[in-house]
């Protein structure tokens, strides 16, 4: 940093008034003009023009040494924690003020660690858990729908005539309670995703929306996906999620569209529907998931966009970086 800049604050504003008031003094020293008793006007005039000068230079100076400041206080309002890796830069501030956006930034680069860090432990621990239901569901409650099932079957074929359509009916509800806990165990945790990885676990839940919902969901899932660590390969799978349960629930379309694919340094997903479009309101909240959504990308150093698409509809795109995680 430059010499000048070592001077403190509290120096330059005592040299500026200092300044001032030697320069009013010899004015009053050199010029014609002196104060009498009785003050005359071309005396009132030059102390006037003196004081007015002194004044003017002063503001001006110390314009010229507080504006640093009162930009940076500006830049620090725009700054949002929902948009990590936003830095204040400021153009030759003096040292008070640069070491007060260095410590700024500090402290950003701080709070954007330490919330990644504690969100992912938090985002494993949900996982962790979903996982735990997902296999007691599956290996309790799913077996033993699964039995009541077997066992309706042998009592349909010994019952009665007349009981015969009531055991049917209660064997076809067992069933669908089956089915149930079965999607409840895909959405708590995605077999696929474990075992076959993100391009196969986005082909089956766009095969398993279109089933479900019958909104007709395609997927473009590139080929060539470069390997990402388990948290973004979540991440991106829970937006795809959450992205197309909204399309199905909330937007009134008839297809939808999801894409991943790689651009330059970063994988780009981006879920988009033909449906109403998302309205203003939703955009400004948390609504419709979009504050699990954004959380998920901040975990992974992700950029979330949601608004309308040109053609109509929503889009939401996820552009996560290939780079580790910090």
Known sequence: MRQALAVSLFWRVVAINSGGLVFAALVLALSPATVSTRLTVTEAAVLFAGTALVIVVNVVLLRRVFGPLERLTELMRRVDPMTPGRRIELAQPVAEVAELYHSFNA????????????????????????????????DEVGQTLTGVVLQLEGLHSAAPAELAEPVALLQETAREGVEEVREIVRGLRPQALDEFGLRSA??????GVTERTGVRVRANVAADLPALAPEQDLAI????????????R???????????????????????????GIADHELAGDGAGLGGMRERALLVAGQLHVGRHADGGT???????MRGLG
């Open 202 to 207: 986005l082909i089956s839940l766009t095969v």
């Open 107 to 138: 402290m950003l680069d701080r709070l954007e660690h330490e919330r990644r860090t504690s969100g992912r432990r938090a985002l494993m621990a949900q996982e962790n858990e979903r996982r735990r239901l997902a296999r007691e569901l599956h």
């Open 250 to 276: 909330h937007s009134g379309a008839n297809s939808a569209v999801v894409i991943l694919v790689p651009a330059g340094d970063r994988v780009v997903l981006t879920v988009r529907d033909d449906g109403r």
């Open 315 to 321: 889009e939401v795109r996820l552009e996560v970086p």
């Open 237 to 248: 799978y829970r937006v795809a999620q959450e992205s197309l349960t909204n399309v199905a």
